[in-house]
């Protein structure tokens, strides 16, 4: 089959571009010659005398708004005057029917031997009914914020962008309901532009999140201005109320750290996501470290997922004992999961936990890790003196939301021949406790099954107490930040003590996690707690060196 190849000449290549979009429309210009040709649909859409109109843009001039033409003027005298070469421009003309719609023209202007105006080409998109004006804070939308960075990359500017997130300010809203919320983005909207001036600009991004643009604003100029608007925030009266906000902040520079608004807006939102994730009130500039940690986790996401479509591989099990508090007999197992791959060597669990909830890779992993636990269970149950009775297995909620996880459970437990009561199914206590109701009912379907279930990392999520007291647990994990510092924190100490307390009167052991000194563990077996893990007694291993130490 041969292929016949056609050369494009101008005209051809301009019928093709017209008619790529119904929403952009395509123009060029010989200024020289003082004619413009208009891609048909403009012609239509726009109401124009024909194809091509001479003089120049006067036809076109004439259509639009009177209080925009000034704007658009001052940009074609720029490129007049050699100032730039690009135009970029917003405003309202008039459509076919007479009605005035909001535009964004782009274009580039050449010039000749003699610096005179060659050339000029571009598009004009139709941007319809879109405000340019948020109706809440009054501020300019994101596609303003948008243009308005283009433009300056456009003429080659340099300067500062920040991003300011509001945290949890869905409590706000719960707490005084949406339209005080909304006071509170007017308010807050309002303080901004009082810190503006011609070369800084506050725009309203989507939900509780502003930007500043800064104009040759360089790394102190940002900290400078996240600092007034954290003390802004400190006390911020709204109406009857004063409020106590905080935020999260980020920032990155332009042109250093891209030179297309797409990227800037990519590498804001993404160092926010990660000023987020580590509770600073610094300012979070993006840097070639964060590109290449994001980089990173993109490609380990690739990773991941090929490695459970190819049979889990790289993924293995390795054990750590539980151990009596009395008798300090190894009692259970912890079954905690590793991952290696060629390329990132032995990875973290907390870089490919995080990693394998997010894409709900845990789902089909999850079911592994149970299936590989209870085979290494039923193995060690058929040894000779051996006191390992259970197994402690990690079960996030987004598995738990499974309905179908538990009849897998199951059927593997009654698959290996072993008591239902031997798996321990482990809940991370930190996540998901604004739904506690549905999670109980889930957790007891386990536990008619005969399931046991432990409540993980207790004492570092939110209202802990209130949890337990709703959550249908057998065992409760106290999380190792707290055993680690009872030794030196008496109150720490006081609060284990109440715990175990209050969880004997309810009937149900407690597990102190993180046990590595003589002196802690002699404080959580006075406490009360029945059971111990930690690298006092040693750290997960992998499986055939659990076996021969633990059960053979």
Known sequence: MSLEHETLDGSRLFELLSNSSNRTYVYYSNIKEDWTRWSKSAVEYFGLSGEYLTPCGDEWAAKIHPEDRPLYDEDFRRMASHESPYHNCDYRITNASGEYVWINCRGYVTYDDGGNMEWFAGFVTNMGNRDKIDPVTSLCTVYEFRNYVQRLLDEGKSGGIMIIGLENFKRVNAEY???????????????????????????????AVYSIVMEDGDIADIIDMKNTIANMLELLPVGNQNLHLHVDTAATLFPADGIYIDQLQNNLFYALEQAKKLGVSDVVFYSE????????????????????????????????????????????????????????????????????????????????????????????????????????????????????????????????????????????????????????????????????????????????????????????????????????????????????????????????????????????????????????????????????????
């Open 289 to 552: 470290e964060l590109y290449n940690r994001r980089n990173r986790i993109a490609n380990m996401k690739e990773a991941i997922c090929h490695s459970v479509a190819n049979d889990f591989e790289g993924f293995r099990m390795v054990f750590q004992p539980i151990v009596d508090a009395d008798t300090g007999t190894c009692v259970s197992a912890e079954a905690l999961l590793r991952w290696s791959h060629k390329d990132f060597g032995n990875v973290s669990p907390m870089d490919f936990i995080p990693i394998l909830e997010e894409t709900k890779q845990i789902i089909p992993l999850g079911r592994w890790i149970i299936d590989e636990s209870l085979r290494r269970l039923a193995v060690w149950y058929k040894e000779d003196g051996n006191t390992l009775k259970t197994i402690n297995v990690n079960v996030s909620y987004i598995q738990f939301m499974d309905m179908t996880l538990r009849d897998y459970v199951v059927s593997k437990l009654d698959y290996y021949g072993l008591p239902h009561e031997a798996l321990v199914l482990e809940l991370t206590e930190s996540c998901h406790v604004e739904q506690t109701d549905l999670l109980a009912q889930v957790l007891q379907s386990y536990k008619d099954s005969g399931i046991t279930i432990a409540l993980d990392d207790f004492g570092t999520g939110y209202a802990s107490l209130s949890v337990l007291k709703d959550i249908p647990a057998d065992i409760v994990k106290l999380d190792h930040t707290m055993t680690s510092r009872i030794v030196d924190k008496p109150k720490d100490r006081k609060l284990i003590e109440f715990i175990v307390m209050y969880c004997k009167k309810v009937n149900i052991r407690v597990c102190a996690e993180g046990v590595e000194t003589d002196e802690a563990l002699s404080i959580v077996q006075d406490a009360g707690a029945e059971l111990i893990q930690g690298y006092y007694y040693d750290k997960p291993l992998e499986v055939e060196h659990f076996t021969n130490k633990y059960i053979a």
């Open 177 to 207: 309901g949406y339209d005080f919320g909304d006071k509170v983005l007017y308010t807050i909207g309002q303080k901004l532009l009082g810190y503006t001036d011609n070369k800084t600009c506050v725009y309203r991004m989507d939900g």
